[in-house]
C-alpha cells in the first residue's frame, strides 16, 4: 500500500519507559509523545541515555518497563517495522555494491521485485550516488557511506527516520549534505527524530529538542524557547557549552 493511502503509524507516545542495566538505571521512568510531523533533535552530554532512548522508540531495545505505543496500538508489528528506518552514527552496509544494499533493504521490507529495481535506482539519482553506485559498499569513504544510508532509507519511504548522530563523523560538506537530506525527508512527509551534539545544527534543523541528563528527560521544548529560554539549570548549562553531569 501507498503511504499516502494507510493509516499513519503515527503519534508515538511512551509512557513510564525506562531502561536498566545490571542493577543500573540509563533512563528514568519517561513519557513521550511524537506527533505527525515535524524534526525533533535530541540533545544532552554523553552518557545522558539518548542512543537507548532513540533505539527503544525504533524497537531495537526492549524497555525494561513502560510501554510503547504506535497510533495508540494500531498499528500491526509488521506495520511497525516497515514504515521506519534508522540511520547510524556509523552505517551498516553489507559486502555487496552500493545499489545492490539498497535493493536489499528493498526485499527486506518486502517490496516486489519489481519495484526493487526502479526504487533502488531512484533513490540512488536522488542522492547523486550514480559514479558509485557499482562500488563495493564497504570501500566507500564515510561521507558516501552516510550518503548512501540516507539513500538507502529514502528508498523505504519511512515515515519515521530516526538518525542517531549521522554527521559527526564528516567533514563540513558531508554534513551539508546530510542536512539537505533531512529537509528532503521532512519536506516529503517523513517525521525526524535525531540526536545531534551540534548545537548549530540542532538551532538550524530542529522543531522541538528533548534534553536529556543523567537519564533523565529534563526538557522538551520548542527549539527557540529551548536555546533562548531554557526552563532548566541544566538546559541553561548546556546551552552556553558548558558540560552537565
Ligand atoms: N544496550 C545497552 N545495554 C546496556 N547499557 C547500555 C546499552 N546501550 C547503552 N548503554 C549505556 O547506557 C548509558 C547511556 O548510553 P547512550 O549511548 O544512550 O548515551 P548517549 O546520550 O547517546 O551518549 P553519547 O552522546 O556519548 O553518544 C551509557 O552508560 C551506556 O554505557
Avoid at 3 to 16: D, F, I, K, T, V
Avoid at 26 to 34: F, G, H, S
Avoid at 134 to 162: C, D, K, N, T, Y
Amino acid at each position: 500500500m501507498n503511504r499516502a493511502e494507510s493509516p499513519s503509524l503515527l503519534p508515538l507516545e511512551l509512557q513510564g519507559v525506562t531502561f536498566r542495566h545490571r542493577g543500573l538505571t540509563l533512563l528514568e521512568p519517561m513519557d513521550l509523545r511524537l506527533e505527525r510531523n515535524g524534526k525533533t533533535m535530541i540533545m544532552g552530554p554523553n552518557g545522558a541515555g539518548k542512543s537507548l532512548l532513540m533505539r527503544i522508540c525504533h524497537g531495537l531495545l526492549r524497555p525494561t518497563s513502560g510501554s510503547v505505543r504506535w497510533a495508540g496500538n494500531g498499528a500491526t508489528p509488521e506495520t511497525i517495522r516497515q514504515r521506519q528506518a534508522m540511520v547510524f552514527q556509523r552505517p551498516v552496509m553489507l559486502r555487496r555494491s552500493a545499489l545492490a544494499n539498497v535493493r536489499y533493504a528493498l526485499s527486506v521490507q518486502g517490496v516486489p521485485r519489481s519495484e526493487r529495481r526502479w526504487r533502488a535506482d531512484e533513490a540512488i539519482e536522488r542522492f547523486g550516488l550514480q559514479p558509485i553506485a557499482h562500488r563495493p559498499a564497504r570501500v566507500l569513504s564515510g561521507g558516501e557511506q552516510q550518503r548512501l544510508a540516507l539513500a538507502r532509507a529514502w528508498a523505504l519511504r519511512p515515515e519515521i527516520l530516526f538518525m542517531d548522530e549521522p554527521t559527526s563523523a564528516l567533514d563540513p560538506t558531508a554534513i551539508k549534505a546530510v542536512e539537505e537530506a533531512v529537509e528532503t525527508f521532512h519536506s516529503e512527509g517523513t517525521r525526524i527524530v535525531m540526536t545531534t551534539h551540534d548545537l548549530g545544527q540542532a538551532r538550524r534543523l530542529a522543531d522541538d529538542v528533548i534534553f536529556l541528563v543523567n537519564g533523565r528527560l529534563v526538557e522538551k521544548a520548542p527549539v527557540r524557547e529551548f536555546f533562548e529560554q531554557p526552563q532548566s539549570r541544566e538546559a541553561a548549562a548546556f546551552v552556553q557549552g558548558e558540560l552537565v553531569w
